[in-house]
Nanobody, 127 residues
């Protein structure tokens, strides 16, 4: 599975960006997909994701971005989107999309369980 992330950039606080992650290769509905981010000097953290398989319809959002970020998917395009609104300087990070087949729910938010990663896209929010 290959993942291509896009949509990062620089915005002022309060602005919006939309990230996209397109999956290709041997990708199917059993894959969970997630967005993670990593700020300088910090660990990679879960932002949002969908679990594959039977729980594919429900989105999971980290508390730190709940109410500001929305995750959606276009199954026909094998693409997941991260809509980011009311951006804050602390949202500045490299954002990565990830995919993994057969994840259980408790593993969705942990980066170590994903083996397929996109290249990362930088989001910079200035105050």
């Amino acid at each position: 599975v290959q993942l291509q992330a896009s949509g990062g950039g620089s915005v002022q606080a309060g602005g919006s960006l939309r990230l996209s992650c397109a999956a290709s290769g041997r990708f199917d509905s059993m894959y969970s997909m997630g967005w993670f981010r990593q700020a300088p000097g910090k660990e990679r953290e879960f932002v949002a994701g969908f679990r594959g398989g039977g729980g594919a319809g429900r989105a999971y959002i980290a508390d730190s971005v709940k109410g500001r970020f929305t995750i959606s998917r276009d199954n026909a395009k094998n693409t997941v989107y991260l809509e980011m609104n009311s951006l804050k300087p602390e949202d500045t990070a490299v954002y990565y999309c990830a995919a993994q087949r057969g994840l259980i729910l408790s593993s969705l938010t942990h980066s170590q369980y994903y083996s397929n990663w996109g290249q990362g896209t930088l989001v910079t929010v200035s105050s």
